[in-house]
């Protein structure tokens, strides 16, 4: 015996399987089979509206409030437009702070790599109290920066 009203075909284009159970996408309210029920196997086009994750800036690594419903992708790019405090259009600290302070260098260095004798703050090339020519309590505290 059949019967023909039974079950309902997937609504995936590349499939359209009989299925006797078919599940209905809560975000699109299309029927799919097993193999197509979740939002990314049938590319939902309203999966945003039933995501609940919290989108970060890329630039800014700040989480963005994307209230439901709402396309996250406009609403970051309209913080990223507006909002981010690290916009690529904005001018960046200096990351090379810490001069050397051997004489004739101009080398700076991103982290500050004092000398334990002279108190001195020098690159990694001059940093071994050798290659600065190290003399304990010498001027050379004052002109580190």
């Not at 078919?22 to 197509?36: L, N, V, W, Y």
């Not at 590319?43 to 970060?56: E, G, H, L, T, Y």
């Not at 101009?106 to 050798?130: D, W």
């Amino acid at each position: 015996m059949e019967f023909p009203d039974l079950g309902k075909h997937c609504s995936e284009q590349t499939c359209k399987q009989l299925d006797f159970l078919p599940i209905t996408c809560d975000a699109c309210k299309q029927d799919f089979c097993k193999d197509h029920f979740s939002y990314a196997a049938h590319k939902c086009p309203f999966a945003f509206k039933k995501n609940v994750q919290v989108p970060i800036c890329p630039l800014c690594s700040i989480p963005v409030p994307v209230k439901r419903g709402e396309n996250p992708d406009v609403v970051v790019g309209e913080h990223m437009d507006r909002d981010c405090t690290s916009h690529p259009g904005r001018k960046k600290e200096k990351v090379f702070t810490h001069r050397c302070s051997k004489e004739g260098c101009r080398k700076k260095e991103m982290l500050q790599l004092a000398c334990v004798q002279c108190r001195g703050n020098f690159c990694i090339q001059h940093r071994h109290p050798l290659d600065h020519s190290c003399q304990p309590g010498s001027s050379s505290a004052s002109r580190a920066g």
